[in-house]
Every structure is written in structure tokens, then in C-alpha cells.
């Protein structure tokens, strides 16, 4: 009876004894909806000089919402390539932590090619981001790598010299040094669709998702984002 006994207890007690399997934090999933103004002026054949001007929020309570002011300049190599760099200002209004303000250097390079019926668009940026908390003004300091690659198809609209456009493009985020602020990209997925207005304005509709981590907001997992965004183009000397 002794020995049953024992045989009926270990199972139970081997089990009680072997600890637990930590729990992954769950997804976040993230709505969003983004607008923006994009002017440019072209200053001489070869040099850009754009900028973005736009809002941002996400669509839940206790959520955050963000300005964003980036003036960029692009000059041309040829018919293929062009470098330049810019200056990203984001600045985050949040409900449930301090504000924040991010500001982002860069400088990169655009390369179109091969130059298909559905050419590809390469586009690799160096960012330094000093992301500011604006109640004590400490800051978290980052370097990292970005590559976007698109393809593009455009086709003449029924309305002579307007264009539709579709846009299908992914984008990876490498951090190389430092340590990240609120917002922690990592891969981006958009499917755009553009329509000219004008010869100088253009309208484009965009649906995006985005891998987003959490190593901001301890004990959180990672971030699926997805977003609408409208953005109106307007050009000058073009």
C-alpha cells in the first residue's frame, strides 16, 4: 500500500516542483491615422529642396498623438541618383507618460534602378535620433540604418496629363548604437495609391503596417501598427 501510494504522489510532486514557462507579453496592435502637407521646390535642375509637414495619432484613449516638421534637401548625381540629408523634428503629446521630442539628423542616398516598366527605388539613410523628454530634458541617444526599397507603376489617366500611380514598398530599421526612445521601428510594409491634380499637385492614399518593438516601455511586448494616411504633394519648378 506504502509503495502505491508513493507511486500515485511523485507524478503530482515532480509536476509542482518543475517551474512555470514565462509568459511572452502579448502583441499590441496600434491604429493610426496620419496626414501630411509635402511642398518642394526645385531650385536648380539638380537640387530639391522638400519638407513635410504633418499629423499623426493614434485611435485609442490613452493613446499619443505627433507633429512632425522634417525639412530635407536632395541633390542630383544624374539620372539615377541623388544624395541628401534633413533634419526630423517629432514632437509626441502623450496621455499616459511625459511628452516627447525627437530630434533626427540625417543623410542618405536615392537610387533608382533597374529602370524597369516597374522601375525600383533604393533609398538608405543614416539617422541620429535624440529623443527628449521635455518635463526633465534627459534624452535617449541612438544611431541607426534604414533601407526602403519600392516599386512604382504609373499609367495615364483618362484626363490628359494626369497620371494614377500605384506604390508598393517595404522598409527595414537596423540600430547600430545607443539606446532608442518611444518610438522603436523595425519593419514597415506600404501599399500607396497616387492620383496628379494638377502638374504641380498630386493626392496619395496609404495603407501601412509596421513592426514596432517595446524596448521603451518595459514589460511590454512588441507593436503591430497599422495606419491610413493621406498626403497632398505640392510642387514648385517642376
Known amino acids: 500500500m506504502a509503495v502505491l501510494l508513493s507511486l500515485t ?7 509542482q516542483d518543475e517551474p512555470g514557462e514565462p509568459e511572452e507579453p502579448e502583441t499590441e496592435v496600434s491604429a493610426q491615422l496620419w496626414v501630411d502637407y509635402n511642398p518642394s521646390v ?3 535642375p539638380r537640387l530639391d529642396l522638400y ?4 499629423y ?3 485611435l485609442k484613449s490613452g493613446g499619443w498623438w505627433r507633429l512632425v516638421i522634417r525639412p530635407n534637401a536632395m541633390y542630383s548625381l544624374g539620372n539615377s541618383l541623388e544624395v541628401g540629408g534633413g533634419l526630423g523634428n517629432f514632437f509626441t503629446f502623450n496621455e499616459e507618460i511625459e511628452n516627447r521630442w525627437e530630434l533626427r539628423p540625417w543623410q542618405g542616398a536615392r537610387l533608382v534602378w533597374p529602370r524597369w516598366r516597374i522601375p525600383l527605388d533604393h533609398f538608405l539613410r543614416l539617422e541620429e535620433r535624440f529623443d527628449f523628454n521635455t518635463v526633465t530634458w ?3 541617444n541612438s544611431l541607426r540604418l534604414r533601407y526602403r526599397l519600392r516599386a512604382t507603376f504609373r499609367w495615364d489617366a483618362v484626363q490628359e496629363d494626369r497620371y494614377w500611380r500605384a506604390l508598393l514598398g517595404t522598409e527595414i530599421f537596423a540600430n547600430l548604437a545607443g539606446e532608442q526612445g518611444q518610438f522603436t521601428e523595425q519593419v514597415r510594409i506600404q501599399l500607396a495609391i497616387e492620383r496628379s491634380l494638377r502638374f504641380w499637385l498630386r493626392l496619395r492614399f496609404e495603407l501601412a503596417w509596421q513592426k514596432e518593438g517595446q ?3 518595459i514589460g511590454r511586448g512588441d507593436v503591430s501598427d497599422f495606419w491610413f494616411r493621406i498626403r497632398i504633394y505640392q510642387n514648385w519648378g517642376q
Do not use: K, V, Y
Not at 9 to 15: D, E, K, Q, R, V
Open 138 to 140: 534627459e534624452s535617449r
Open 42 to 44: 526645385l531650385l536648380t
Open 215 to 217: 524596448a521603451f516601455f
Open 9 to 15: 504522489w511523485a507524478p503530482s510532486a515532480i509536476g
Open 51 to 54: 519638407g513635410n509637414l504633418g
Open 56 to 58: 499623426r495619432t493614434q
